[in-house]
């Protein structure tokens, strides 16, 4: 597992050593800003971008920003673990169709090496138009947009050049593995992934985390929407967690099926208002926003919030499985509202304050105390 | 020894076609018609040894037999102090009747600034547009386009900024402007004495289209110029769809494959290599860029708008004659809101939209003819007050002076426990009871 620090990607949409991702989105939506996280916080040894027809501004940052930062892993500067491949959107066309495959062949290097690299491609729809730029002028007959006919292959040999590979036995080491993360940011026209560079990623990648205009507008960080986006590695990455915490999977699944459920119900209370739902439906929806809220959101300029490391992602999770778990049940539709809407709010404060420190703890039983009063009551009502 | 070519082979569009082995691409010739006047041409394409050139004005009265003569060098650009002030056409040749423009020679379309030269940008451009001040920061080195539509009055709000801001220079690109608008821009550096800082590029409608596409390049290789000085120049572009449509027509007449809606697959690469001019450079002067993109039919997902918004910092939506402050966006106010501005800066913008976006709704309520609560008139007040008093575009304060009012208008609707937010600066900027 890759783990990166951010909840939604580690729990939801887990990412693998060796795999493949894109990260479709409209303009604004944050898909640079996401990139950056990955480059600086993913547990790996080594971080290639690709700066591939994108803003001059951006490059500037990485350079200003990242010999100051420090790699948790090393404690070397997090520009000793950075290689930058430079084609702004002003530079050469051609050689932004050559900026990929320099940057695959720098990452395989390390990979030769024993390393693991990530690979961030930043963007590919801009590799793509250079191809078809090229190709135009070459007077090729165009597919689909325009695009060259070979499009979908050539996407599809740079995504599998991913990969674990096993190195050769070396006289007095033990055998080594390098692997390869390869992350593609792909900015489709118009923000609609009903077009040729989307389609040709999706065939071929093992993740795919798409950003929604509607969550960045919401303000709602990182705004990758759960309900469309999908990984193959969840099985990979459940097993090996399950034995941290029992029913790891299971209960990803379920906060899945949460969400969808959820989304549907505040769709059905736009139309028929909040008196019209009933109260099992109500709990439905305000448990998501929990998880919603509480865990799946992060805010990348807090000092502590920015990066979650896994074993606090566990604690957390467990907290929610029991909020999933639990058997709420309220006398009315306001009262419901308020406990979620304060556990919502603890859950948020708790997740500002530095991992296992006094306060931390103190509010993480505050948090279990008060779940535990009000499952308990609502179980002797039953009775 | 110059070489005279006395064959024109073919005419089509502003392109002609002369037999010649000895030409660079982008090299200028001399067009000299029978008729005694002689035109300008740039070298656009090789094929074999047929090299087809681009006439910087109308091809009507080329006849075949002209002679066309190479110049050994490619377009440029005369720079000088004495530029401030002057209005020029796309090719650098004056139109206001005053002398020729006597200077250094720059090159025009040089490449942009590499990324190592540059640094962060720091700090913020002043407009006393509260919408732009407050809510989307410009800052300096930020490329932005204002989204609008026909008909909207982008162009008094470019001059607006022009008159208003503190930069240098501020030169002007126009592109496909009807003579209303060109003398308009005219009036304005007039009455606001903002002249003698100003440089127009203008391309009016019945200019030979190839101006139009040299007009951006002619303003940034000035604007570079001044930048380098240790200037900070703003430059303003209007209408950038008047350029790409330009390119698009160019691009067909040379048989291009169109990629998206007739636009040529180099559309995303022409509008960057624009863009990317702007810069901060370290150690030495900046260059603003603020342009106007119309959207066809209002349509953003048309190819033009599409790919600025993923060229710009942002954005800037100009609906019905106001800035929308829902999808604009300024991609660099984390550096300098809170930071350079007022500490509540942030915090306030941010409450005075989620209750702007909230009143939405409670319209909304309202016009399904929804029973309203008391707290729905409170927003309805309050969205009807934010729109007189922050949305108007002839509100013209300084940064200051909207936060305060903001604040004020906050009091005015709500309580001060309702609008959630830090204590610390409701405490100190809360207007106290009269």
């Known amino acids: 597992m890759m783990d990166t620090g951010l909840r939604i990607i580690d729990t939801q949409f887990p990412l693998v050593k060796g795999g493949t991702f894109c990260s479709p989105g409209p303009f604004g939506a944050g898909k640079t800003v996401l990139q950056h996280h990955l480059s600086k916080y993913s547990s790996v040894d080594i971080v290639v971008i690709v700066a591939c027809g994108e803003r001059a501004g951006e490059v500037v940052e990485v350079l200003e920003t990242f010999p100051e930062l420090i790699d948790q892993k090393t404690g070397l500067s997090l520009m000793e673990r ?99 993360v390869i992350g593609g940011t792909v900015s489709p026209a118009g923000g609609n992934f009903e077009e040729p560079v989307t389609q040709a990623t999706l065939s071929v990648v093992g993740a795919f985390l798409a950003l929604s205009r509607e969550r960045s507008d919401a303000r709602r960080y990182p705004a990758i929407d759960p309900l469309i986006s999908w990984t193959k590695y969840q099985e990979v990455v459940g097993s090996s967690l399950e034995k941290k915490l029992p029913q790891w999977t299971h209960f990803v699944q379920m906060a899945k099926s949460m969400l969808v459920a959820g989304d549907e119900i505040a769709k059905r209370m736009e139309v028929v208002g909040e008196e019209g739902i009933s109260m099992q439906d109500i709990i439905t929806y305000l448990k998501s926003e929990v998880y919603e809220i509480g865990y799946l959101q992060q805010n990348a300029f807090d000092k502590e919030d920015a990066f979650c490391p896994l074993p606090r992602q566990i604690d957390l999770f467990a907290l929610m499985q029991k909020i999933f778990s639990g058997d709420f049940s309220f006398k009315s539709h306001d009262d419901a509202r308020v406990f979620f809407l304060d556990l919502q709010n603890r859950i948020k404060n708790l997740n500002y304050l530095p991992y296992q420190s006094e306060k931390y703890t103190k509010a993480l039983e505050a948090i279990q105390a008060i779940l535990k009063e009000h499952l308990e009551q609502c179980l002797e009502a039953h009775v | ?149 026909a008909g909207e009055p982008y162009n008094e709000l470019l001059m607006r900024i022009a008159n208003q801001t503190d930069a240098d220079v501020v030169i002007i690109g126009g592109m496909g402007l009807r003579f209303d608008d060109y003398q308009a821009f005219i009036d304005n550096a007039d009455t606001s004495g903002s002249m003698q800082k100003t440089v127009m590029f203008i391309h009016k409608a019945t200019d030979p289209l190839v101006e139009c596409l040299l007009v951006p390049d002619m303003a940034l290789a000035v604007a570079e110029n001044f930048a380098r000085e240790g200037k900070d120049v703003l430059v303003l572009l209007t209408d950038m769809s008047a350029f790409a449509d330009a390119i698009k027509e160019i691009a067909i007449t040379m048989d291009q494959i169109p990629s998206n809606r007739g636009y ?171």
């Open chain 1, 82 to 180: 950075t290689v930058m491949i430079c084609n702004t959107s002003s530079m050469p066309v051609a050689a932004r169709e050559a900026s990929v495959y320099m940057g695959t062949s720098i990452a395989e290097y390390y990979r030769q090496m024993g390393l693991d690299v990530l690979l961030l491609a930043d963007s590919t729809s801009r590799w793509a138009q250079a191809m078809r730029e090229m190709s135009g002028r070459l007077e090729e007959i165009p597919g689909e947009e325009a695009f060259p006919a070979y499009l979908a292959s050539r996407i599809a040999a740079f995504y599998e050049r991913a990969g674990v590979i096993e190195l050769k036995e070396t006289a007095g080491e033990k055998k080594k593995t390098g692997s390869l």
């Open chain 2, 264 to 434: 040529p697959g180099s559309l995303y690469s022409d509008l960057a290599s624009r863009y990317e001019k702007a810069v901060e450079m370290s150690g030495s002067g900046s260059i603003t860029l603020l342009s106007v993109t119309t959207m066809p039919g209002g349509d953003v997902t048309h190819p033009i708008p599409d790919n600025t918004g993923y060229i710009t910092e942002g954005q800037f939506y100009l609906e019905g004659g106001r800035i929308n402050p829902f999808g604009s966006l300024s991609r660099l106010k984390q550096q300098v809101i809170g930071k350079v501005t007022r500490e509540d800066h942030n915090d306030l913008a941010n409450t005075m939209i989620r209750l702007y976006a909230d009143s939405k709704k409670a319209n909304e309520r309202k016009s399904m003819g929804f029973k309203l609560s008391k707290w729905d008139q409170k927003l309805l007040r309050f969205s009807g007050l934010f729109e007189e008093n922050m949305m108007n575009l002839r509100v013209n304060i300084s940064v200051e002076e909207a936060l305060n009012l903001g604040w004020q208008l906050l009091s005015d609707c709500f309580l001060v426990s309702e609008i959630g937010m830090k204590k610390a600066f409701t405490d100190k900027y809360w207007p106290k009871e009269k």
């Open chain 2, 1 to 149: 020894m110059k070489q005279l070519y006395d064959r024109i082979l073919a005419i089509r569009g502003s392109l002609i076609t002369i037999r010649t082995k000895k030409a660079g691409l982008g090299e200028l010739a001399l067009v000299e018609k029978a008729n005694g006047t002689s035109t300008l041409a740039s070298v656009v394409r090789f094929d074999e040894d047929l090299a087809s050139l681009q006439v910087f004005e109308s091809t009507r009265g080329i006849s075949t037999g002209d002679q066309v003569s190479f110049l050994g060098k490619s377009m440029t650009a005369s720079f000088s102090g004495k530029l401030l002030g002057r209005r020029l056409s796309g090719k650098g040749d004056p139109i206001d009747d005053g002398p020729a423009i006597v200077g250094e020679e720059v090159e025009v379309g040089r490449p942009s600034f590499n990324p190592i030269n540059r640094t962060v940008p720091k700090s913020q451009v002043r407009t006393n547009i509260p919408m732009i001040d407050v809510f989307n920061c410009l800052v300096k080195s930020q490329k932005i386009p204002i989204f609008s539509t």
